[in-house]
């Protein structure tokens, strides 16, 4: 008997199109249903997903569905919500797609669903709270796509920089995905090596991983102004987060979930580094940060827990 490798995605915009596109491409789940409230929108994205099965590395059946269709799904994915607009940041967004997660959340809880939620939504940290708290599901089983995005933004230019694989390339960016993120660069390796001594070693300064983490901070705003939107970059990274609980993987990865404790915090969701398994979250790493690094997650914290504190 095949595994059931079933995945349910609300919201069929460009985000959640690039995720199926991807898994499409990518293999690894046997089902996906699109779920949106633009039900002809959803059908049509089915139709046109499924032309390209016989060319992708498995079969896999793609339809158009409703929330009845959550219920033995493995996750589900949101995607929904009003989308972050030239010169918005991600915290503006609030307002409006907190009421429309709200309302997703129980939806999809009332299917009968029992899996694991992986929420993209901005901003992501806040509504993966949100959806926490609404469906009173275990916080491991509740994952915010967090700072994957903005880590493999800075891997891949620091790849570039220093001429070496981004594979190779361990270092994170934590807190808020958004402005207030920042770069334990304390905690920065090329393989086994620390960042800063291989700069050293090229005669650079420290002072050229602020650089990094400016325009890993500000790229995505100035691709929503030259097109509108970002997309690819974080369909791809939601297909990883999916593919690391589906197989199992037991990768680290910088998504958001709730702190209870880790680094001085609690109640909160924000971007760090965690183990993800078939279960969700199975621990979140907790570095050791320096001063400087712990006072710029305290600032995150304080700027994410202030507007967690205007909706809830």
């Known amino acids: 008997m095949v595994e059931k490798r079933k995945v349910a995605l609300v919201g069929t915009g460009f985000v959640g199109m690039s995720m199926a596109y991807a898994l499409l491409n990518q293999g690894g789940i046997n ?23 016989p060319c992708s590395p498995a079969r896999m059946v793609i339809k158009a569905g409703d929330y009845a269709d959550c219920k033995d799904a493995n996750i589900v994915v949101i995607t929904a919500g009003v989308p972050q607009k030239p010169g918005e940041t991600r915290l ?11 309302e997703i959340t129980q939806n999809v809880v009332n299917s009968g669903f029992d899996g694991i939620f992986v929420i993209a939504s901005n901003p992501v940290d806040i509504l993966s709270y949100i959806v926490q708290k609404t469906s009173g599901f ?3 089983r509740v994952i915010g796509s967090g700072t994957v ?38 905690k920065a390796y090329v393989g086994c090596k620390p960042i800063v001594d291989i700069l050293k070693q090229h005669g650079e300064e420290s002072d050229v991983l602020d650089k990094f983490h400016k325009q890993v901070r500000d790229e995505a705003y100035e691709i929503i102004e030259r097109k509108k939107s970002t997309y690819y970059g974080i369909g ?18 910088t998504i958001s979930t709730l702190l ?15 183990i993800i398994t078939n279960e969700g979250v199975q621990e979140i790493l907790q570095l050791d940060l320096n001063k400087e690094e712990q006072e710029k997650f305290d600032k995150s914290y304080e700027i994410l827990n202030e507007m967690k504190n205007g909706v809830m």
Request: no cysteine.
């Open 31 to 53: 089902e996906l249903v699109l779920i949106d409230v633009a039900k002809e929108k959803a059908i049509g994205e089915a139709m046109d997903l499924s032309d390209g099965v």
């Open 92 to 102: 503006d967004l609030l307002q409006t797609n907190s009421k429309i997660i709200k």
């Open 138 to 140: 275990p916080s491991s």
């Open 149 to 186: 995005l903005d880590t493999a933004r800075l891997r891949f230019l620091l790849g570039e920089h220093l001429q070496v694989s981004s594979k190779n390339i361990h270092a994170y960016i934590m807190g808020e995905h958004g402005d207030s993120s920042f770069v334990p660069w304390s």
């Open 236 to 253: 791809v990274g939601l297909t990883k987060i999916i593919k690391a609980i589906l197989n199992n993987e037991h990768e680290i990865l």
């Open 260 to 274: 209870n404790g880790e680094y001085g915090k609690q109640d909160i969701y924000m971007g760090v580094p965690a």
